[in-house]
């Protein structure tokens, strides 16, 4: 079962799981990457994301995998936008179901960390000089 | 005569901008390793030099060693900028 996706539609945690599985959890967290209008003092107008589906799905799968051995939680499910996004547009969510807070804090800084050093995705930035780029390393 | 293998290599990101290519089958000599490959695409395409770039041979992670085989898929993956 995957519990890692990547979407080219617009995605919302209220669109992703949010019934509590199995009533087992008391604490739910969420992540959400939002498109900001700057970055190193450029004014940005959009995103590109780009992704090597095949081994983003792989390996973001394996960092799900690694949160449900590592912490103490119950679930974990991540998703991640790929296409032209616009400010304020959300492009990755991290949810975590645990029983207590702390390891679903943990638990869920943990995915997104990984996800950012591991996952191949790329993001281009467009901004409103007109000019463009493929940002470099974690940004 | 030497043997000649046709590999796929599928480009993204940075590496996409400057082949101006999503996709492309080239043939190379048996027994090339991942390294080797990319070294030829450095000259074909004056991409950068870098040891920052990992491999994936097959929709798995792999080494520069590794010896690429008959329509084996690889992909040079800049470093990742997702989240």
């Known amino acids: 079962m995957s ?11 209220d669109l992703m799981v949010t019934e509590n599985p199995d009533h087992q959890s008391g604490a739910k967290s969420i992540f959400e990457g939002i498109v900001r209008e700057n970055n190193l003092g450029k004014s940005v107008t959009s995103l590109e994301y780009q992704c090597y589906e095949e081994l983003a799905v792989k390996e973001g799968n394996l960092i799900i995998s690694e949160a449900l051995s590592k912490f103490d939680i119950n679930y974990a499910y991540c998703v991640h936008r ?10 990755v969510i991290v949810l975590v179901y645990a029983a207590h807070r702390d390891d679903s804090f943990k638990a869920c800084r943990f995915i997104i960390d990984e996800v950012k050093l591991r996952v191949p995705i790329w993001k281009k930035e467009l901004y409103v000089s007109g000019e463009s780029e493929w940002l470099q390393g974690a940004g | 005569m030497e043997q000649m293998i046709q590999i796929s290599i599928h480009y993204f990101a ?13 043939t190379i000599r048996k027994g090339a ?12 395409y004056d991409l950068p030099d870098t040891n920052q770039y990992k491999v994936a041979v097959n929709d798995s992670f792999a080494s520069y060693d590794t010896k690429i085989m008959d329509q084996d898929k690889l992909v040079f993956i800049p470093p990742v900028t997702g989240g």
Do not use: C, M, W
């Open chain 1, 82 to 91: 790929i296409g032209l996004l616009n400010i304020g547009d959300t492009a």
């Open chain 1, 3 to 13: 519990n890692f996706f990547i979407n080219q539609e617009v995605i919302h945690p």
């Open chain 2, 14 to 26: 940075g590496l996409r901008d400057a082949t101006k290519k999503d996709v492309e089958i080239i």
């Open chain 2, 33 to 44: 390793t991942a390294k080797s490959v990319y070294q030829h695409l450095i000259t074909k």
